[in-house]
């Protein structure tokens, strides 16, 4: 607890629901907690102002085909990232260990860009983002001299329709080689 409230670690925070985010950015400003992150925050939407005046970071669930997420009920709306997105808070997409197709990790950019979230910023939620939130963004996160070389190579528009990943490099070792 004392790393978490001299902001070395983040205060991790599993918030789908409405009430669930407002208690949690209550006990941010109560005890001067420097890095909350609201994990599975569904219902980010409905207050997105109040998100922005606490400087909490957000992970998104995984979208559903109803909007529904598995944690709690929370109703997630499909423009949920580009609102947050317009306001400046800190966001990233999560598959949440999810293994129907539709639910995985490579999808959440997609249908958060249908939902009117700029490509760039899609990108970023699922790259350097989480690894700020976390303080892992001097390692990874971006493609820099020093940090871990883990990439994937598009044979397109990353998250277009059209395009699939067509090789992977993970600890520097080509995993997946797109010749």
């Known amino acids: 607890l004392h790393a978490v409230l001299d902001g070395d670690l983040p205060f991790?925070?599993?918030?789908?629901?409405?009430?669930d985010i407002r208690t949690t950015l209550m006990l941010k400003n109560e005890f001067g907690i420097p890095n909350v992150i609201?994990?599975?925050?569904?219902e980010a939407w409905k207050e997105p102002e109040m998100l922005q005046r606490s400087g909490a970071s957000v992970v998104l669930p995984p979208f559903t085909w109803n909007g529904r997420t598995d944690i709690d009920g929370g109703f997630m709306a499909w423009d949920t990232a580009a609102e947050l997105a317009e306001l400046g808070v800190a966001f990233a997409f999560s598959g949440h260990g999810n293994e129907s197709a539709e639910?995985?990790?490579a999808l959440q950019p997609t249908h958060a860009i249908r939902g009117g979230l700029d490509p760039a910023l899609?990108?970023?939620?699922?790259?350097?983002?989480?690894?700020r939130m976390v303080g892992i963004d001097d390692r990874v996160g971006s493609i820099e001299v020093?940090?871990?070389?883990?990439?994937l190579l598009w044979n397109g528009t990353?998250?277009?329709?059209?395009?699939?990943?067509?090789?992977?490099?993970?600890?520097?070792?080509?995993?997946v080689d797109p010749r």
Do not use: H, N
């Open 103 to 105: 639910s995985m990790l």
């Open 38 to 42: 609201l994990d599975s925050a569904a």
């Open 122 to 131: 899609a990108l970023r939620a699922v790259t350097i983002a989480p690894a």
């Open 158 to 175: 990353p998250f277009a329709p059209t395009s699939s990943v067509v090789g992977v490099l993970l600890e520097g070792r080509l995993i």
């Open 146 to 151: 020093g940090k871990d070389a883990d990439l």
């Open 12 to 19: 991790l925070v599993q918030a789908a629901t409405t009430q």
